[in-house]
């Protein structure tokens, strides 16, 4: 009778410790759920920053230095072409 007894207290030995178990990892999975999700915002947060600060006002001066030297060469050939017209022109006049 004892050992029907022992092997019942046992199986609810092994029972409750499987259930403990299962609770253990559900709560584990939800910890690194959210440990994943705050990394996540974390680097989201930190790689949007670095961007506007540093990568974005790069951009922008790059932009901004070729944009400025296409459009002077740009002015700088029309302007020469209209003061060679202009110089032809007078030049025809006299």
């Known amino acids: 009778m004892l050992s029907l007894l022992d092997q019942r207290l046992e199986e609810?030995?092994?029972?409750?410790q499987a259930e403990d178990f299962a609770r253990q990892e559900k709560i584990l999975k939800l910890i690194s759920t959210e440990l994943t999700r705050n990394t996540t915002r974390v680097v989201e947060m930190a790689v949007k920053t670095e961007v506007q600060n540093s990568v974005l006002p790069s951009l922008e001066n790059v932009a901004r230095t070729?944009?400025?030297a296409a459009i002077q060469e740009h002015l700088g050939v029309g302007l020469s072409d209209a003061l060679n017209r202009v110089r032809t022109v007078w030049l025809l006049m006299d």
């Open 66 to 68: 070729e944009v400025k």
């Open 12 to 16: 609810a030995r092994l029972h409750d």
